[in-house]
């Protein structure tokens, strides 16, 4: 048998139960073995292969999840910043079109490349091509929800629901597949109440665009989509930003995990949520970029940093303190992964190391270190990046791929969508 890895992180600054301790980590295989206080002592005797390192006071935090987005995407970053979003959608949808298995490979390991670098363990994604997004996530190293985007408008429904159906013998311990109904201006209520039953029956996630923007606002409610029976599956609604304490209401009758996105909302001009609302009504929130498209990175500290001073402009009062500490184990939950979002033992050993001797953190104490990730350091200040126990980033580098490569065929495919070669 081949013997566990035994990894050990020794005297770093630890985000327990929203603060932070001193102390060691002791991490055998996929696993956190031991959190244990002060320095390590290696008193165990033991022969077994062990991978040291002193971090000198960084900080361990779980691994940040970011809870919606569209990887691929990233190849469409910059494609029009301020266009009106039919011709925005033109664009995108003209290149879209040519899209394959393989860009789609590509372009997830460099979405990934972003996230891990940014201190992201576990993703939720709405695209198509999930077996390349599978492979890709697989190889990669991180953990992911995928969610195959699903739109009946132009008679196709059928066909992307029964693909997005054999699509979820791909779910696995680290990749998980779901269902993503697009939003209800793009799903007809009928398709909606058949992708609910589907749901249902296989007991897998749903994910939807909801109330993004004031024309959708004018559309509907979200009491018009009762009926249709998508709250009644394991649902996790996006964006809800023009919503009526109605819709609050209805959030929280059927425990909808939300994943907010404000500064996707913020630059396609579409408001800023409710938060404090949110959480005073005790809603499941965590904090997705959406696609690189419209944010135009896939950075959550950004939309940490963003919300904690806008909520200010649009006098929202709530406490960004806790809706930071409480989104690593929400956002891990909302995506269907149990046993992660926490330093904790037992817990798996999905974790974000922040370089906390950078100048922007002085003075470096325990107590000041929430705000200073929030208000003064960014996600530049990532030092590793961990996922199963195994490094997926560390120290500008990303152990588990070639990162030439996917660069190299990122760019070819690039030069592809946009007719250069
Ligand atoms: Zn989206």
Known sequence: MEEMKITVLDNACIFRDGKFHYGHLIIAGKYIEKVGSGSFENDSGSSEEMEYHDLNGKMILPGFANTHTHSPMVVFRGLEDFAPLSKWLRKVLK?????????????????????ASKGITTFGDMYFHLDSMAKA???????????????????NGRNRLMENLRELSLSGDRVRIGLGPHAPYTCSKEYLEEISNIAKSEGVKVMIHLLE?????????????????????????????????????????????????PVSNAKLWNGFPPVDRMMNMGLKLSVGTDGAASNNSLDVWKEFNYMALVARIVNEKFDVYALFSESFENGARIL?????????????????????GKVSYFPNVPDRLISHILFSGNSGDVFATMVDGVWIYYDGNFPTVDENEIKRNALKEFERLEGWV
């Not at 190889?139 to 408008?153: C, I, Q, Y």
């Not at 004031?214 to 930003?241: A, K, N, S």
């Open 336 to 356: 269907g992964f149990e046993d992660t979002g926490k330093i904790e033992e037992g817990y798996r050993a999905d974790l974000t190391i922040v370089d906390s």
């Open 213 to 261: 923007s004031p024309e959708e606002r004018e559309d509907y409610t979200l009491r018009d989509l009762v009926e249709t029976g998508i709250f009644e599956t394991d649902l996790i609604g996006v964006h809800l930003v023009q919503v009526d304490e109605d819709d609050l209401r209805i959030l929280k009758d059927y425990d909808v995990g939300i994943a907010l996105c």
């Open 137 to 155: 996530v697989n190889e990669f190293g991180m953990k992911a929800l995928l969610t195959r985007g699903l739109v009946d408008m132009d008679g």
């Open 95 to 115: 290149r879209e079109a040519k899209l394959n298995s393989d860009s789609v490979y590509w372009f997830t390991l460099l979405a990934q490349m972003e996230m």
